[in-house]
Nanobody, 123 residues
Framework: QVQLVESGGGLVQAGGSLRLSCAAS????????MAWFRQAPGKERELVAA????????LYADSVKGRFTISRDNAKNTVYLQMNSLKPEDTAVYSC????????????????WGQGTQVTVSS
């Protein structure tokens, strides 16, 4: 059983930056693709960014391309989401997810989720 714990959320003004972290334990983290999702009130959960197990391939939602960067440190069992030029529409609960199968790519099927961290961007 894998445990995912997010941190780094908070309140920031539009144009500001935040860095989210997701620490994993309980499984061989380095062999699994990871992703960040977000869900705003009244909206469906959406994929924000994904990274394959090697950290070579990444995938981004069009709405965050050029502003967000996903990365991972397999030695620390941690995946990050650097968020720059934040907009009020980025306000959501951000959750990390681990792929259901090892050695996959950025198109992944989440099998485990963190509890989420709130990101609020004020205008």
């Amino acid at each position: 059983q894998v445990q995912l714990v997010e941190s780094g959320g908070g309140l920031v003004q539009a144009g500001g930056s935040l860095r989210l972290s997701c620490a994993a334990s309980g499984r061989t983290f380095s062999t699994y693709s990871m992703a960040w999702f977000r869900q705003a009130p009244g909206k469906e959960r959406e994929l924000v960014a994904a990274i394959n197990w090697r950290g070579v391939h990444t995938l981004y939602a069009d709405s965050v391309k050029g502003r967000f960067t996903i990365s991972r440190d397999n030695a620390k069992n941690t995946v990050y989401l650097q968020m720059n030029s934040l907009k009020p529409e980025d306000t959501a609960v951000y959750s990390c997810a681990l792929d259901s199968r090892p050695f996959g790519d950025t198109i992944m099927t989440p099998a485990s989720w963190g509890q989420g961290t709130q990101v609020t961007v004020s205008s």
